[in-house]
């Protein structure tokens, strides 16, 4: 049997070390040794968002770190710009919603990323609005957004920047704080390279005199307290200790490669993907292509119901797990994320692999062709 690969946009195949980690006995996190963990990973999130200003940790998936973001930042009755390009954009909207917003939808077509300028103007056209909703990478589409522009224009009006980095923090560079981000969320599954289950949020000075006052009821994720129960070395509820105790793991690791290195080895990930990709006649689906997930458009030989059959097929039959398209995408794409503890054997496999299963379902593709220029490309561009 072959053996298991995933390459799923989240959750990923973790480092041997962090389920090292993971499987060690419980400890409690009301004592000194667990205090001292939790304040070196407090400050390693500082790094990784590249911020000085305070990143909190929450037991939630990454949507309750949205959620958590706009409770401590929202009015009901507020104004909301949200950017839709996908499904995560359309979550943004909705949780605004549920709080008493009145949103108002960007929409873009999928695959495209918003135009800064569109933004620009309408912000100039509706000074009454107080946050700006958008993902880093639309993940469900592969696309990643201008951040740098987009905070430029937002920091000299009176709204708020929030951005959904869930497939982007930990994956390629988004400096919080240089590229004027008021609000940055991140998940543990994905460029933080941990099993789901921890959300990370962090917001700006601007920010901060927002969430010092805003209306929204909030209990859980009430970051005011939170930021009290920081200071004195603990978190405020019950702490995901194993969680928490794998990710001063991982920080510590990226410290010491540094974040430059780490972002090109997933670069590299998506160079090869998108290569090897193509030349098995898959085109791309994003025309701004994240490097944390790749979207090929399948072939339009295969229908949209084999195109669902397609993934399940390549699980079940080639034991490597990516992800397909979702509603208007559902059975048209396949996703294929660069994040995680990956080798060069695993792209090297899943290329192959893929290669065979598109073969059961009609395309002319020589796998062992495939694994050739995949074992050449990577020799040739070696880091």
Known sequence: MSNPILLAPGPVQLHPEVQRILAQPMIHHRTPEFDCILAHALSGLKFLFQTEQPVFIHTSTGSGGMESALVNTLNPGDHVLAI??????????????VYGAHVHRLPIAWGDAVSPEVVKNYLKENPQTKLVLTQACE???????????????????NALLLVDGITAVGAFPIPMDEWKIDGLIAGSQ??????????FVSFSKKAWA?????????????????????KNGETLFSSAVSLIKALDFVLKELQTKDLKQH?????????????????????????????????????????????????????????????GGQDQAKGKILRLGHMGYITDHDMI??????????????????SEKIKHESIQW????SL
């Open 84 to 97: 839709v390009s996908g499904k995560f954009g359309e979550r943004w909207a909705e949780i605004a919603e």
């Open 139 to 157: 993940t469900s589409t592969a696309t990643v957004h201008d951040i740098k522009a987009l905070g430029e224009i937002v920091a000299q009006t």
């Open 190 to 199: 994905k460029g933080i390279m941990l099993p789901t289950g921890l959300s």
């Open 210 to 230: 927002v969430v010092e006052t805003a209306k929204t009821p909030r209990y859980y994720f009430d970051l005011r307290k939170e930021l009290k129960a920081n």
């Open 263 to 323: 972002f090109k080895e997933i670069k590299r990930r998506a160079d090869f993907t998108r290569t090897i990709g193509q030349l098995m006649g898959l085109s791309l689906y994003s025309k701004s292509p994240s490097d944390s997930v790749t979207a090929f458009q399948l072939p339009a030989s295969i229908t949209t119901e084999n195109g669902v059959q397609l993934r399940t097929h390549f699980e079940k039959k080639y034991h490597v797990t990516i992800m």
């Open 349 to 366: 496999e899943t290329m192959s692999r893929l290669a065979s299963a598109l073969h059961d379902f009609g395309c002319t593709i020589d």
């Open 378 to 381: 990577l020799k040739a561009n």
